[in-house]
């Protein structure tokens, strides 16, 4: 039952997602979420729907425009605003849509307005989907996609990670997962970068 509402508002976002590979991105904070939650609590409810539909509010957004709104150096932090105000509003109009609990709703589209801009955690729900938002950075595709569209060496992109660990993440699993993670990328590295065995 729970995942079959959760599957039908993934359905209401996927047009919202067809941008930025932002249907990879939210499958992959999902997958993390689970984790997350089994081990620092939280409640499936508010923390699948606003991972879900955090990002909704990039479709207002000019894809030309994007990457001068996230990522790495000086970014154009009102237009990120954006994504986070249009993404709430969109995120409320489709939990409207399927009926669900107004309470609720309250809750995930005040998770969605600071899930960039925001630093402090609200709650251990909102902190649960800061920390697996920015998990998917530390996935292989993840990686490999911000290495390409940053304009970084997959090494580069991976120094880039190590240094912000201590800064992204609020949750103690979610620090964890992220060094797991990031010594996975390191050791497929050093398997690309290893001379070849084969004559
Ligand atoms: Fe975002
Ligand atoms: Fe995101």
Redesign the pocket.
Same mark, same amino acid.
């Given at each position: 039952m729970m995942q079959e509402i959760f599957d039908v508002i993934f359905d209401l976002a996927m047009p919202f997602l067809d941008t930025r590979e932002?249907k990879t /991105?939210?499958r992959i904070?999902c997958r993390f979420a689970e984790r997350l939650l089994k081990k620092e609590g939280g409640d499936p409810h508010v923390v699948y729907p606003a991972l879900i539909l /955090?990002?909704v509010g990039w479709k207002c957004i000019p894809e030309d425009l994007q990457l001068s709104a996230f990522g790495p150096g000086d970014k154009d932090m009102k237009l990120n605003r954006i994504h986070e105000i249009e993404g709430a509003r969109i995120a409320r109009d489709i939990l409207e849509q399927v009926r669900y609990p107004q309470h609720l709703i309250k809750e995930i589209t005040d998770i969605i307005i600071g899930?960039d801009s925001r630093k402090i955690a609200i709650s251990i729900n909102d902190a649960v989907v800061k920390d697996a938002?920015k998990l998917?950075r530390y996935s292989e595709d993840g990686a490999r996609i911000n290495a390409l569209r940053f304009a970084l060496s997959f090494s580069q992109n991976l120094d880039r990670l190590r240094k912000k660990l201590d800064e992204w993440f609020i949750t103690r699993t979610g620090l964890t997962i992220a060094k797991e993670e990031l010594r996975l990328r390191e050791s497929s590295l050093d398997r690309l970068s290893a001379p070849s065995h084969s004559l």
């Amino acid at each position: 039952m729970m995942q079959e509402i959760f599957d039908v508002i993934f359905d209401l976002a996927m047009p919202f997602l067809d941008t930025r590979e932002n249907k990879t /991105h939210t499958r992959i904070s999902c997958r993390f979420a689970e984790r997350l939650l089994k081990k620092e609590g939280g409640d499936p409810h508010v923390v699948y729907p606003a991972l879900i539909l /955090h990002d909704v509010g990039w479709k207002c957004i000019p894809e030309d425009l994007q990457l001068s709104a996230f990522g790495p150096g000086d970014k154009d932090m009102k237009l990120n605003r954006i994504h986070e105000i249009e993404g709430a509003r969109i995120a409320r109009d489709i939990l409207e849509q399927v009926r669900y609990p107004q309470h609720l709703i309250k809750e995930i589209t005040d998770i969605i307005i600071g899930h960039d801009s925001r630093k402090i955690a609200i709650s251990i729900n909102d902190a649960v989907v800061k920390d697996a938002d920015k998990l998917w950075r530390y996935s292989e595709d993840g990686a490999r996609i911000n290495a390409l569209r940053f304009a970084l060496s997959f090494s580069q992109n991976l120094d880039r990670l190590r240094k912000k660990l201590d800064e992204w993440f609020i949750t103690r699993t979610g620090l964890t997962i992220a060094k797991e993670e990031l010594r996975l990328r390191e050791s497929s590295l050093d398997r690309l970068s290893a001379p070849s065995h084969s004559l």
